[in-house]
T-cell receptor, first 118, second 113 residues
Framework: GAVVSQHPSWVICKSGTSVKIECRSL??????MFWYRQFPKQSLMLMAT?????????EQGVEKDKFLINHASLTLSTLTVTSAHPEDSSFYIC??????????????FGPGTRLTVT | GQQVMQIPQYQHVQEGEDFTTYCNSS?????IQWYKQRPGGHPVFLIQ?????EVKKQKRLTFQFGEAKKNSSLHITATQTTDVGTYFC?????????????FGKGTKLSVKP
């Protein structure tokens, strides 16, 4: 149980283009979804938190106009990297929780998306 | 802001040896969670500790939450090659940014057979 899928698993795009990454909770309703970046050999850096039907809350330093997050339903959240640049190349991981942010629930992580911007 | 420090950064052990990773927070935590990330994989939730002084066991893994709720540890007894991976602690402070988890940098465990 508690499976989260992510699509695509990897993507290569040209600088200036936009890329959409999907995150789905397959067997549970995700009240809250989280988006993280993970640089090689580093920890997870929280980018934003979203609840279904409301605007995402972005962490300090994360450009909300560049990283567009849509949490359309209790099982789907999308992250769109707009006008991607090489420095946006990273491993993006989503996670989903059955509870509200702050509630003592575990987070279930998707397999991640490797984005390479050329 | 809140910081979660984790040590050591790397640990190399011989199969059968014990392993411990420590996590320390700059602020009191409402709860702490532990995750394991296998090489090339994604973090997998292991456990959550909520109570001061709490100790939980999962087979060869023992998790502790300090009395002051500012530190935690994960101890693996008699490591096996399947224990290889990076272990992250993630702390949630009271009233922090929506109470979100702050991840430590992780301890990368390698086990020599």
């Amino acid at each position: 149980g508690a499976v989260v899928s992510q699509h695509p698993s990897w993507v290569i795009c040209k600088s200036g283009t936009s890329v959409k990454i999907e995150c789905r909770s397959l067997d549970f309703q995700a009240t809250t979804m989280f988006w993280y970046r993970q640089f090689p050999k580093q920890s997870l850096m929280l980018m934003a938190t979203s609840n279904e039907g409301s605007k995402a809350t972005y962490e300090q330093g994360v450009e909300k106009d560049k990283f567009l997050i849509n949490h359309a339903s209790l099982t789907l959240s999308t992250l769109t990297v707009t006008s991607a640049h090489p420095e946006d190349s990273s491993f993006y991981i989503c996670s989903a929780s059955m509870g509200l942010a702050g509630a003592p629930y575990g987070q279930y992580f998707g397999p991640g998306t490797r984005l390479t911007v050329t | 802001g809140q910081q979660v420090m984790q040590i050591p950064q790397y640990q190399h052990v011989q199969e059968g040896e014990d392993f411990t990773t420590y996590c320390n927070s700059s602020t009191t935590l409402s709860n702490i969670q532990w995750y394991k990330q296998r090489p090339g994989g994604h973090p997998v939730f292991l456990i959550q500790l909520v109570k001061s002084g709490e100790v939980k066991k999962q087979k060869r893994l023992t998790f502790q939450f300090g009395e002051a709720k500012k530190n935690s540890s994960l101890h693996i007894t008699a490591t096996q090659t399947t224990d290889v991976g990076t272990y992250f602690c993630a702390g949630r402070s009271y009233g922090g940014s929506q109470g979100n988890l702050i991840f430590g940098k992780g301890t990368k465990l390698s086990v020599k057979p």
